[in-house]
């Protein structure tokens, strides 16, 4: 791999690939280098007069010149930073989804407050998570709401 300014781009014709076209170029570095690149992009944007590049290149009858993309390494180039910003969005997706399936019918500004709650009360304190998820495991605690609402609404005491 090398590094050198890039001093001059200049177009040099097309070809027929198993891509389809390929655009050539004639890239030349400050540091003598001289060689082909193929894009699929008539307008190039890997090698810019004046900027530094990283390139391999490979010296022959015909020189050629290729950029060197290095594939950011998604677990060791995040900072926590990155991650909570990362977490905090998808857990203020996920109480928009849960507002939007809890009452689907609710306006937009009801949308919002139950997201909000969700997200306070639900998704980034644990502590109160495990306080409302003991709540909701009591059995008892609905029945009453449910008799109230459903009994005696078919023969059978059935709600459907």
């Known amino acids: ?64 010149v290729k950029p060197v993309y290095i594939k950011p390494d998604s677990f060791n180039q995040s900072s926590p930073k990155q991650d909570v910003n990362v977490n905090n969005s998808i857990a203020r997706a996920v109480a928009f989804k849960g507002a939007i399936d809890y009452d689907n019918q609710c306006t937009q500004e009801d949308v919002i407050k139950n997201a909000k709650y969700f997200y306070d009360n639900w998704l980034c304190d644990n502590n109160v998570v495990q306080k ?9 605690q609905y029945a009453s709401a449910f008799d109230a609402k459903f009994k005696g609404s078919t023969p059978d005491d059935l709600p459907f």
């Open 1 to 64: 791999m090398k590094n050198s300014k890039v001093t001059s781009v200049q177009s040099n014709g097309s070809w027929e690939g198993k891509y389809g076209v390929m655009y050539k170029f004639e890239i030349g570095f400050e540091n003598g280098d001289v060689g082909e690149y193929s894009s699929k992009n008539q307008e190039q944007n890997k090698f810019v007069i004046g900027t530094n590049s990283e390139y391999e290149y490979t010296d022959g009858k015909f020189p050629k």
């Open 132 to 140: 409302k998820v003991d709540k909701v495991a009591d059995p008892n």
